[in-house]
């Protein structure tokens, strides 16, 4: 199975912003699209964005409703590395983070990157 590994989280105030890191054996061959999950404290795992991979249109995004229009999921193929760019954080981000294939698949899951949005 291929586990991914997550990094960027932190410590952030309310409306500022990070931006994470997803690496893992991730091309347009071995993946049909990738996703980052986040975990709240005392709630369940939820998908907030993902992206194409291997699928068409290739780069095509999706996101949650609580996420769209201040997170942004990229890729760099180059470097196979996912990134989710995440502007104006609010206290209810703070979670830990996991990328995955979409649908998740049980043996990838990461460590995940924890990101505490709080003044």
């Known amino acids: 199975q291929v586990q991914f590994v997550e990094s960027g989280g932190g410590l952030v105030q309310p409306g500022g912003s990070l931006r994470l890191s997803c690496t893992g054996s991730i091309s347009s061959g071995s993946i049909y699209r990738m996703g980052w999950y986040r975990q709240a404290p005392g709630k369940q795992r939820e998908f907030i964005a993902a992206?194409?991979?291997?699928?068409?249109?290739?780069?095509?995004?999706m996101y949650t409703d609580s996420v769209k229009g201040r997170f942004t999921i990229s890729r760099d193929n180059a470097k196979s590395t996912v990134y989710l760019q995440m502007n104006s954080l609010r206290p209810e981000d703070t979670a830990v983070y996991y990328c995955?294939?979409?649908?998740?698949?049980?043996?990838?899951w990461g460590q995940g990157t924890q990101v505490i949005v709080s003044s």
């Open positions: 992206i194409n991979v291997g699928a068409r249109p290739s780069g095509s995004t």
């Open positions: 995955n294939k979409v649908p998740s698949v049980a043996g990838s």
